[in-house]
């Protein structure tokens, strides 16, 4: 691949992991080698299955039921940050080894926002990204400071909602939101 840039995906629309996923099809799709890790979800969603299949993608999988955050005790929340920071060291020695033209990161800025992993080493990681590699950064902002994020990618999209069945009580509907 010629030089990556980083690309950021944020907010509170829908569309995000869905960019993200058809960025690693066009990828695959030209031969390109393609790196997918989605903090904080379970890999029940129907892309999870498809882009696993497709070759050139790698897909690191979190381990068991992810809960929500909110919801949990301090000690709960530390024992998943623990649990989820081996699987985010494995994810981050592939992504400093270069072998990836594409190496996605959905929902990290969540991961950052909710400190499930350390900030700075997302943004070390946007810093001393190898030169090839094309990285795509997703998540909600959730009212917090991502001024760090922004400033050092080279695309920056914000996914504004406007109307959402959610906010009518319609839950996740498989094959759209999961």
């Known amino acids: 691949m010629q030089k990556g840039c980083i690309q950021l995906y944020y907010g509170d629309g829908k569309g995000k992991t869905t960019a993200a996923m058809g960025q690693v099809v066009r990828c695959a799709g030209h031969g390109f080698k393609v790196l997918v890790y989605q903090f904080l979800k379970e890999p029940n969603s129907g892309e999870v299955k498809i882009i696993s299949s497709l070759p050139g993608v790698e897909y690191i999988a979190n381990e068991g039921k992810i809960p929500f955050l ?15 920071g081996k699987t985010f060291e494995l994810v981050k020695e592939k992504f400093y080894s270069g072998e990836y033209d594409l190496v996605v990161l959905d929902e990290a800025i969540d991961a950052y926002n909710l400190r499930t992993i350390d900030p700075q080493d997302l943004l070390d990681m946007m810093d001393n990204k190898p030169e090839g590699t094309e990285l795509v950064i997703t998540g909600h902002k959730y009212g917090m400071d991502i001024s760090a994020l922004t400033d050092r990618a080279d695309y920056v999209t914000n996914f504004m909602k406007e109307k959402h069945p959610f906010d009518l009580g319609l839950p996740c509907r498989t094959g759209i939101e999961e």
Request: proline content about 7%.
């Open 70 to 84: 909110f919801n949990l005790t301090p000690e709960q929340q530390e024992h998943y940050r623990q649990q989820w």
